[in-house]
């Protein structure tokens, strides 16, 4: 009841009663929640909706807002720009570097570091052909016909950069214009590589003497690194499918079975193995360098050929919850999930620009697999993983001047001193669902951008302040949003396009690796690797296609970006290859 003489408003509060001061209080509070609801909305909630999202990030695409016409108008030309700079940055490699392998953009010298059969050219042909660069992609065919894929200084050529590289470029190219001459060249390349399984365990050696037939081992000795011998099965399969050659097949599937006896209780590999004994050589753990594509390539692999090799899936699931539960923190202030090697059981708190293909991964085999492929809640809890590391990988980018992502990172331990244990994820996430769910899960607040701010805000230091042009965490980008279908990660992804494009393009028009993505200052390094042609520019390119040329569930991307068909094997395959 109010008292007499009071007037009421609508809400049944008397004006008149309040004090200035307390108006003023009830204002300041309104104010608070309304900027509370807007940051719920824009960074804790889900996603904010299409046309939110354009507004406040004024990317001029909007569903809702923006016809469909508009909307790939704005779209065509994003597709352009990539397709500029591809031009652009490929037109100086063959200036300056044809037919060597790759430019040095500063000096406009060259560098034969992948055998000097011209890496850049083969691994950029598929990127080329879906763009529609008739001209660049006719001269990488007549390349590929008079190149002499046998002969290379030293004769010793290494297994794994061969096999992702050009082997998964010559086989995507092939299944994309069936040319014959790009088949060819692959089952060349294939069998030259065989010779790199004759080992004690028939783990494949680091390189091989194509002039004595014989594996060779690299900087790391007599040691098997596991990322490298064990992603070769999408090509030497496809092959395999293609040329009808059991010991394609065979020798690569052997690696995989070896392994799968391998695995220890925690679904994890280490990262070195020693190529005599067949033993580990050290305690690490890692979903970036050295381990990555070894678990990229099960779910790949097992959905590739039609999944029929039903143990691929088993240690891809496996797998997957060791890295989730072993694999996974969450850092101290702003609460970011991310993943970091772990050595001798502990966590070392760093994250690596490489580790940003892995939530990219955990969507794909959401989209790809069935509930009965996972243990109950099991799904859920990968779905998280994914959300809030690729929300990492883009912060990482996000936060920083140049809007690249640093090489890696090191973050703050969730306790403070050396604690990093404490900030491991499962265990936060376990206690959110005891407690009954409340709020976001852990690891999934999304925390605004700090670009301008120290370490001390932004929650890591540096680790390797550098760019390489490298490809994850816009891949992840792309294969968020074909997934979920939120435009968020396609909204990411080109920002990521944008940034890469304005800050690591140097005179003349090439692209080369940045050494500081947080300061003004373009220190830039001599390079412009391959990859950056086979993956950048070509997820880049694709988040920018409303009809997917490659929908993931009839192509699969070797870790090189070639996307290779989904196919099943012939019975008499089948029979022959023993599936
Ligand atoms: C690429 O050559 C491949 O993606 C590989 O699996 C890891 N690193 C580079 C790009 O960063």
């Not at 065509?76 to 990539?82: C, F, G, Y």
């Not at 001269?139 to 290379?152: I, K, L």
């Not at 059991?246 to 280490?270: C, H, I, M, P």
């Not at 005179?507 to 003004?520: K, N, T």
């Amino acid at each position: 009841m109010s008292a007499p003489g009071h007037q009421q408003d609508g809400s049944g509060m008397a004006k008149a009663a309040l004090p200035l001061r307390s108006r003023r209080r009830i204002k300041l509070a309104l104010l608070l929640i309304a900027a509370v609801s807007l940051y719920t909305v824009f960074y804790l909630g889900h996603f904010p909706t299409s046309k939110d999202y354009g507004q406040f990030f004024s990317s001029g695409i909007s569903k809702e807002g923006i016809s469909g016409k508009q909307r790939n108008a704005t779209l065509q030309a994003r597709a352009e720009e990539v397709k500029m700079a591809f031009r652009r940055g490929y037109g100086q490699y063959l200036r300056h570097s044809y037919p060597r392998d790759e430019l040095r953009p500063l000096s406009n010298e060259s560098i034969d570091n992948f055998n000097g059969w011209g890496v850049t050219v083969v691994d950029s042909i598929d990127t080329m052909f879906l763009m529609g660069l008739t001209e660049e992609y006719e001269h990488a065919r007549s390349h590929v016909a008079t190149t002499d894929f046998q002969t290379c200084k030293g004769g010793v050529v290494p297994f794994f950069e061969t096999i992702i590289r050009y082997l998964g470029g010559l086989l995507s190219a092939y299944h994309l214009t069936e040319d014959q001459t790009f088949l060819s060249a692959a089952d060349h390349i294939g069998r030259e590589l065989l010779p790199a399984f004759n080992t004690t365990w028939k783990l494949p050696s680091f390189s091989v003497d194509l002039v004595t037939r014989t594996p060779q081992w690299g900087w790391s000795g007599r040691t098997i690194l596991l990322s490298e011998a064990a992603s070769n099965q999408m090509e030497y399969k496809y092959l395999a499918h293609l040329t009808g050659h059991a010991e394609y097949f065979q020798k690569s599937d052997q690696v995989t079975r070896f392994l799968q006896k391998k695995l220890g209780g925690y679904g994890l590999w280490n990262t070195m193995w020693d190529a005599m004994s067949g033993l580990p050589s050290n305690a690490a753990w890692s979903i970036g360098a050295l381990g990555d594509s070894a678990y990229e390539y099960l779910l790949k692999a097992y959905i590739m050929s039609g999944r029929t090799e039903k143990y691929l899936l088993e240690i891809y699931i496996k797998s997957m919850r060791g890295a989730v539960n072993r694999l996974v923190y969450l850092s101290r202030t702003r609460q970011l999930l991310y993943i970091t090697e772990v050595v001798e059981k502990r966590p070392q708190g760093t994250m690596q620009h490489l580790s940003c293909f892995f939530p990219g991964l955990l969507a794909l085999g959401d989209y790809l697999l069935q509930d009965s492929d996972f243990l109950p809640g099991e799904r859920e809890k990968f779905r998280f993983a994914a959300e809030g590391l690729a929300y990492t990988c883009w912060i990482l980018y996000a936060d920083q001047i140049t809007g690249l992502g640093p090489e890696e990172v090191r973050f703050h331990p969730y306790n403070g001193d050396d604690d990093y244990q404490s900030g491991r994820w499962v265990h936060h996430l376990d206690r959110w669902k005891a407690k009954g769910r409340k709020g976001l899960p852990p690891g999934l607040r999304k925390p605004p951008p700090l670009r301008g701010k120290t370490g001390k805000h932004k929650d890591y230091d540096y680790a390797n302040a550098g760019y390489l042009l490298r490809p994850e965490a816009i891949e992840t980008m792309y294969i968020m949003w074909r997934t979920t279908g939120d435009v968020v990660w396609r909204e990411r992804a080109w920002k990521m396009f944008e940034a890469i494009n304005t800050n690591t393009t140097v005179d003349g028009g090439a692209f080369a690796s940045r050494s500081h993505v947080d300061i003004e200052e373009k220190l830039m390094r001599d390079e412009s690797p391959s990859y950056f042609f086979a993956e950048t520019l070509k997820y880049a390119y694709l988040a920018c296609l409303e009809d997917d040329p490659l929908p993931l569930d009839q192509y699969v991307f070797n870790t090189e970006a070639h996307p290779l068909p989904i196919f099943s094997w012939t019975q008499e395959q089948r029979e022959r290859f023993g599936v």
